[in-house]
């Protein structure tokens, strides 16, 4: 019994193994999110494989922050087990090799590389069959015979298998017709030993021979290439030295193990390599292209049967029986069934009547549900053609497939005209390409956008200002389709724009060409604007001004004075007048002010609260001074008469002064509050022509009090 129970948990230790082995091979080993590897073949060597894929390597990494890419150079025998570990998570190599992963341990080829041959990109390459050039008594096929030959490897699809393709179809068999077949395990050591006599024939893939020459190594002279007989017609116009059929370049491919996210980042970082680029020049080639089709290659280890077809065409009993299996068990089967169907025939019967009864309900239901849709239809269509907005449908590359009516009021164009072109066919050329950046950005993305600003031309040719807002387009399997939306008929909003910005241009002008100070705060005493002639009589700059308390701004004049009345307006929210306020003047001489601090009314928060109107009468006190010593000599009867008219005088030109200020300022202030609500409208989009002439009413009253008040103001000094 102790026995039986030892053997029973020994079993179940071992099921308990072979349960948790079963999960680890089971269970999908994710890539490093530290360490990615990139396993190459170097088929010319470690040192040439790090030397020319450690830049591509570098590229991933700057290109995907969160990993780092390193190079794993394989050679041909440990390509397949590397894979077979997981010890990479990338795989660069022939595309014999990468025929055998992909069916044998699943990989997905992710781009194809584009050689260089000289200056010119190609994505494709054959075989090379080739000798001395002094030996004349190998050209023809039927030299070979008994000749001494090289390959790189038999796993090498441009040194070895793509000449024995050819070589096969012609009826030549290596192994046969040659006195030696030996490998040399990289392309530069079989065109080593050729060059050197070791052996009469040598076989590379092609530009193998180009890159030695460039690299100063051979001389193609040396050597020369044998073209097999039977020209093939898709290979003649490849630019670089060949014998063979071409075949698509080199697959990168990902394991299983790695995730869609990162294997789509590598693949769009490779796509947008730039020719060139580091990585481009270091590898020797013109970037990558999207992964072509292998099936060439298939079609090559099929006649040569090797790799993943190395039994192809040989069957055996088992064989036979694994495929063919089913033929006698559809024929129990089927006798079963027979009998079945005998059995089954009564009860389909009875069930019959009834399957019919249900179908004819559905049959009713389904028409009310598709009547019910075509009402709907109707509705949609009616709001869609009755619609003030410009609605439109267009596929993935911007091509219209639907437009509704209204597009021929704004545009001028019937649906039918526009149907199969793109927006951007109705635009300026500077405008289609602002537009087809923006869109091509967002179509990228694959998101919805909102009011996107474009002009299109009228068919009568003039320009129509339109605000696009969109959302894209999925099938039921999520791919993306296109775009549907609705364009918006701006123009008079933006005529109405143009013609705000225009006054509010006029009106900094006027505040800039002012000749008094003003000075213009917000609620909490923040200097807004600070116009030249502040900045020349008080000598602080505009940039140095705005943004500083009024308070705290160094004006050179008698603060005392000046904050006494300041915080009164500050706490009144009245309008007060400051006189004979002593400065100094930028040459540093005295100078007297006279100002006026007044209320502009808002309800918009960082705004202009306070006016500032600042008036030197230095000058004017100056020549009053003057004026009175002089009076001072004459008789004390002239004095008395001549002081009572002369301070008489200057009180009357202050008060018609003040009257100038007001009337002129109180009409500047409330066109300046008017503008500043249609700046608050337009950005709400509810910016109304009537707000627009009120502009209008107040720019003229303002400018004909301007003109009463300066006729006045002469008479009076006359």
């Known amino acids: ?17 072979a349960l948790l082995l079963i999960l ?9 999110a530290d360490q990615i590897k990139l396993g190459v073949l170097a088929s010319r060597g470690t040192e040439k494989c790090l030397k020319k894929w450690q830049a591509t390597a570098d590229y991933l990494t700057q290109q995907i922050p969160d990993h780092t890419f390193t190079i794993s150079p394989l050679d041909f025998k440990h390509v397949k087990p590397a894979v077979s570990a997981d010890a990479v998570d990338f795989i660069l190599t022939n595309p014999a090799q990468y025929v055998d992963l992909e069916i044998n341990h699943g990989v997905t080829r992710l781009v194809t590389l584009k050689n260089l041959v000289g200056n010119i990109a190609v994505t494709s390459f054959a075989g090379v069959i080739f000798t001395r050039s002094d030996r004349k008594d190998i050209r023809v096929l039927a030299d070979f015979k008994h000749k001494s030959f090289m390959a790189v490897s038999e796993m090498s699809f441009g040194g070895y298998l793509t000449v024995c393709r050819e070589l096969k179809e012609a009826g030549i068999d290596l192994h046969k017709n040659s006195s030696v077949l030996c490998y040399g395990h990289t392309h530069d050591r079989v065109v080593e030993a050729v060059k050197n006599g070791e052996v009469d024939v040598g076989m590379v893939r092609s530009d193998t021979l180009e890159h030695l020459a460039n690299e100063g190594k051979i001389r193609l002279d040396e050597f020369h290439v044998i073209r097999l007989p039977g020209e093939h017609p898709h290979s003649v116009n490849l630019p670089i030295l060949h014998s063979t059929r071409y075949y698509p370049e080199w697959p990168l491919a990902k394991l299983q193990h790695v995730s869609e996210t990162l294997s789509k980042k590598v693949a769009v970082a490779l796509l947008t390599l ?27 280890l099929k006649i040569l049967r090797f790799g993943p077809y190395k039994a192809a065409g040989v069957f055996s009993f088992q064989d036979v029986f694994k495929r063919y299996w089913h033929v006698p068990m559809f024929g129990v089967i089927f006798l079963l069934v027979a009998f079945a169907v005998a059995v089954y025939v009564s009860r389909i019967n009875r069930r019959l009547q009834y399957a019919i009864d249900v179908q004819n309900h559905e049959i009713t239901e389904r028409k009310l549900v598709e009547s019910t849709l075509h009402q709907s239809e109707v509705k949609l269509r009616n709001i869609v053609e009755t619609s003030s907005d410009w609605i439109w449908e267009m596929n993935e590359k911007g091509v219209y497939t ?15 005209e526009m149907l199969g072109k793109t927006p951007f066919d109705y635009m300026m050329p500077e405008e289609d390409e602002r537009v ?12 919805a956008f909102k009011f996107l600003e474009n002009t299109h031309l009228h068919k009568d040719g003039h320009p129509v200002f339109l605000e696009t807002s969109g959302s894209p387009l999925f099938d039921q399997n999520g791919k993306h389709y296109g775009y549907h939306g609705i364009d918006r008929d701006v123009t008079e909003r933006k005529q109405k724009e143009a013609k705000l910005l225009n006054a509010t241009t006029q009106i900094e002008q006027l505040f800039s060409a002012n000749p008094l100070i003003l000075i213009s705060m917000d609620e909490n005493g923040r200097i807004r604007h600070w116009n030249p002639a502040a900045e020349k009589l008080l000598s602080i700059p505009a940039s140095q001004a705005i943004g500083q308390i009024f308070t705290q701004c160094a004006i050179p004049w008698e603060w005392t004075h000046v904050l006494k009345n300041f915080r009164d307006i500050l706490l009144r929210d009245k309008p007060i007048q400051i006189s004979n306020i002593h400065f100094k003047h930028p040459d540093k001489i005295d100078g007297i002010l006279n100002i006026l601090i007044t209320l502009i009314p808002t309800d918009t928060p960082d705004t202009s609260k306070y006016l500032l109107v600042g008036t030197d009468i230095t000058e004017r006190a100056l020549l009053e001074t003057q004026l009175l010593q002089a009076q001072k000599l004459e008789s004390i009867g002239q004095l008395s008469a001549g002081i009572a008219h002369e301070l008489n005088t200057p009180i009357q030109y202050v008060g018609d002064n003040l009257r100038f200020l007001q009337d002129s300022f109180g009409y500047l202030f409330r066109l300046l509050e008017e503008v500043r609500h249609c700046i608050d409208s337009s950005k709400n989009k509810s910016l109304s022509s009537e707000q627009c002439g009120n502009v209008k009413i107040y720019l003229i009253l303002w400018k004909n009090s301007l003109s009463s008040s300066a006729r006045s103001l002469i008479k009076n000094m006359e």
């Not at 680890?24 to 490093?32: E, F, K, M, W």
């Not at 270091?282 to 090559?300: E, K, S």
């Not at 639907?402 to 001028?412: A, D, F, K, M, Q």
């Open 402 to 416: 639907y437009i509704s009516p209204r597009v021929h009021e704004i545009l001028g164009y019937t649906p039918e």
């Open 274 to 300: 730039p020719p060139d680029s580091p990585a481009a020049l270091a590898a020797h080639c013109h970037g990558w292209t999207v992964p072509l089709n292998y099936q060439t290659i298939h079609d090559c």
């Open 436 to 447: 087809s950046g923006l869109f091509g950005t967002i179509a990228a993305s694959q998101k």
């Open 1 to 17: 019994m102790g026995q039986a129970l030892l053997s029973r948990f020994s079993q179940n230790i071992l099921v308990f193994f």
């Open 24 to 32: 680890i091979l089971l269970n999908p080993i994710t890539a490093s």
